[in-house]
């Protein structure tokens, strides 16, 4: 049905201010005209009904499309998505139903820019049921005010949208919160702050990881060695000051193990750490 109704389709390569003065000329239809050829689309299939009452509604898409813009995507890309919906509207429309297609066709083209904007607005991956849906699409028109909701009226909004308070929450900061590119586009010296420059993990090639492997092993193999060199109680020591994985002995914990005071264990601490400092650094 597109092809053959050959629309005029805004695109990035042309103007949009273009292509809304162009879709304005179209007349308005007439609720009589309006019926005539739906009748004719249903009845005998005429194409070239369906593109005029496509045409004379271009306009109600690219109104509508307008409220969607602080999602952060093109209007031109709305507009296209609206189009889609627009021509569902028209090809399932029932001109005996005492309905003008204006009315008709606004629920099918919110439903295909809808679509869009969850498929696409890269922030919001929580609207999957019908309730985080009318959430996400009314919360900004909700807000008060542009202050971070409070307890009160995250509440209220929860009770009105049927959803739990911390969805509403949730999605507030989703929808406050903005995309960063990855890479910069440009070549002056901001380059260097975009966050591919600082996210970029500096060991993650399989040379460096292999590297770093090697050098752990390493370390891991002296530091056996130089523990092998120590004595049982200062070998005690050291591993319950240092090598624990939680924190270590204190002084008093470990003189009151030896029965010796907290400053011999500190003298015997710091020969052993000297003894293996030695040991490590002639491996």
Known sequence: MTNALALPIPSSGGSLASYIQEVNRFPILSAEDEVRLARRLRDEEDLEAARQLVLSHLRV???IARGYLGYGLPHADLIQEGNIGLMKAVKRFDPDRGVRLVSFAIHWIKAEIHEFILRNWRLVKIATTKAQRKLFFNLRSMKPGLDTLTGDQVRSIAGLLRVKPEEVVEMETRLGGQDVALEAHGDDDEDHYAPIAYLADPGGEPLQRLEAAESEN??????????????????RIIEARWLREKDGATLHDLAEEFKVSAERIRQIEAKALAKMKGAMTAA
Request: charged content about 25%.
């Open 61 to 63: 898409v690219v109104a």
């Open 218 to 235: 390493l370390r891991a193999q002296g530091l056996k060695t130089a523990l092998a060199t120590l004595d049982a109680r200062s070998r």
